[in-house]
């Protein structure tokens, strides 16, 4: 991760995916993810950041 954004996330990531470390270019489904910790991660992105994110923005991975 290059920034404090992009660390927060790769930590969230991490948690949901219970994986030790998230790159940046890392996938969320090739890491084990679907549908229902999708849905969790938004939530804890969402508390996290106090905002939306769009699934679709987050769940492809960090950097796009």
């Not at 920034?3 to 470390?21: C, F, N, T, Y």
């Not at 084990?32 to 939530?43: D, E, F, K, M, Y």
């Amino acid at each position: 991760p290059r920034d404090s954004i992009e660390q927060k996330l790769a930590g969230l990531w991490a948690e949901v995916l219970k994986v030790e470390r998230v790159g940046v270019t890392d996938n969320f489904f090739d890491l084990g993810g679907h549908s229902l910790l999708a849905v969790i991660l938004l939530a804890k992105i969402k508390k996290s950041f106090e905002s939306e994110q769009s699934l679709i923005d987050k769940c492809k991975s960090l950097r796009e």
